[in-house]
């Protein structure tokens, strides 16, 4: 009896210090930022694993913010962001010895979203300005000259980002400009996917998000840069040649150049493989590349 015990007892030690061995073994890189890159972030991270079985790469969003401070704070190895890092971060991140450095991964389109009901054909950058901006003048879908049907009290519902979003950050320096803040009132929701649901599910309501958050439930009017300019789709075509005129480059961000498995990790998301991935997820590639359909 007591040495089928003690058998058991070694097979046990063998067994857990076995699982201990591989856990110690595998190698594990943290990434973490913006929402508009969390599912692409997340397949890189599962087709990677298929690839190289001893490294896992921890996915979580939060926003570019969040992704930008943690990397500032040492605690990541790669922050996703959908926006150039602010001169206050940067100032942070040298403060603690820290030396960024920017990797572009991609392109997006930041798509305008309405209700698949509303009769809207186009949008100015102005018009999104003061649908948007603090003290805009649009405020009603009637001074559009639109009559959206289900939007009783004609009132637009301006839908937005939490401001530690990149996307929030993005749109506000390229519809907004710099000094001018968001309007009071906005629905600020937390993730890119939320502001699509959000429209979907209500006839006033206007908002903005990324490309890959498209919806055959919503409607995604063209948007022109000005009155004598053509409305331009939003679309991967149009954001890698920058045509669309609220198209932004996505970024990872490593706190100095990467080294062993983090670069090894990156030059795999710029290659081919890696770039049909955002690509499928229905953002532009960095480069041309070409795709099998999957």
């Not at 190698?27 to 973490?32: D, E, L, V, Y």
């Not at 990541?76 to 991140?93: F, G, P």
């Not at 389109?109 to 003061?130: C, G, R, W, Y």
Request: charged residues 20%; contains cysteine.
């Amino acid at each position: 009896m007591k040495l089928i015990l003690s058998t058991r007892v070694v097979l046990l030690a063998a067994i857990l210090g076995g699982l201990v061995a591989t856990a110690e073994a595998r190698i594990m890189i943290q990434n973490k930022g913006s929402d508009t890159l969390v599912n692409v972030a997340q397949a890189w991270a599962e087709a990677y694993q298929k690839i190289r079985p001893d490294v896992a790469v921890a996915v979580t969003g939060g926003g570019s913010g969040t992704g930008i401070a943690a990397m500032i704070n040492g605690t990541v190895d790669l922050a996703n962001s959908s926006r150039s890092m602010k001169d206050k971060e940067l100032h942070e991140a040298r403060k603690n010895g820290i030396s960024p450095i920017e990797h572009l991964v991609g392109y997006d389109a930041l798509a305008i979203f309405v209700h698949k009901d509303n009769p809207m054909q186009s949008i100015t950058m102005q018009q999104l300005a003061e649908i948007y901006g603090d003290e805009g003048k649009l405020t009603k879908w009637s001074q559009l000259g639109l009559t959206v049907p289900g939007c009783k009290w004609d009132q637009i519902i301006v839908v937005s980002r939490q401001n530690n979003s990149g996307t929030y950050l993005y749109f506000q320096e390229a519809i907004l400009g710099e000094r001018r803040d968001f309007r009071l009132g906005t629905k600020d929701m937390h993730g890119s996917k939320d502001v699509v649901d959000l429209v979907e599910k209500t006839p006033c309501a206007i908002g903005y998000s990324g490309l890959a958050y498209d919806s055959p439930h919503v409607k995604r009017p063209p948007v022109a840069r000005n009155d004598q300019t053509a409305p331009v789709e939003a679309n991967m075509e149009n954001a890698v040649s920058r045509l669309y005129p609220i198209a932004r480059p996505l970024f990872m961000y490593t706190k100095g150049e990467p080294v062993g498995e983090v670069k090894a990790y990156l030059e795999w998301i710029k290659s081919d493989a890696g770039q049909c991935i955002i690509h499928d997820k229905g953002y532009a590639p960095m480069r041309p590349v070409k795709c099998v359909k999957r």
